[in-house]
């Protein structure tokens, strides 16, 4: 069964760093590309970051850039996301999608092949 579990999510205070996992079974990573996505309450869902099977990475949201790195592992089929300098605007659910393709789109793709669950982000004092 094809499935993507993220982990890392919690309660952290502005200024602090989480790093955000997502562990694929059932497939491995190495032909697909990866996407962060985060989904804000009351907002819509953004695509964050995205990275390819060579590890070359396409920012998609500004309000990450210099903050947030994308990153994979294909010997532990996991891709990472780490988050510094939080603050309450990146307060939100998580999730990790893959596409089977070499290179990330311009543009998040919001229709990707495989979801995973998400994992809630908290940033508040």
């Known amino acids: 069964q094809l499935q993507l579990v993220e982990s890392g999510g919690g309660l952290v205070q502005p200024g602090g760093s989480l790093r955000l996992s997502c562990a694929a079974s059932?497939?491995?990573?190495?032909?697909?590309?990866i996407t962060w996505f985060r989904q804000a309450p009351g907002k819509e869902r953004e695509g964050i970051l995205c990275?390819?099977?060579?590890?070359?990475?396409?920012n998609y949201a500004d309000s990450v850039k210099g903050r947030f790195t994308i990153s994979r592992d294909n010997a532990k089929n996991t891709a990472f996301l780490q988050m510094n300098s939080l603050n309450p605007g990146d307060t939100g659910v998580y999730y990790c999608?893959?596409?089977?393709?070499?290179?990330?789109?311009?543009?998040?793709?919001?229709?990707?092949?495989?979801w995973g669950q998400g994992t809630q982000v908290t940033v508040s004092s």
């Open positions: 990275i390819s099977g060579s590890g070359d990475s396409t």
């Open positions: 059932g497939f491995t990573l190495d032909a697909y590309v």
């Open positions: 999608a893959v596409d089977r393709a070499f290179y990330c789109s311009d543009s998040p793709n919001y229709y990707s092949d495989y």
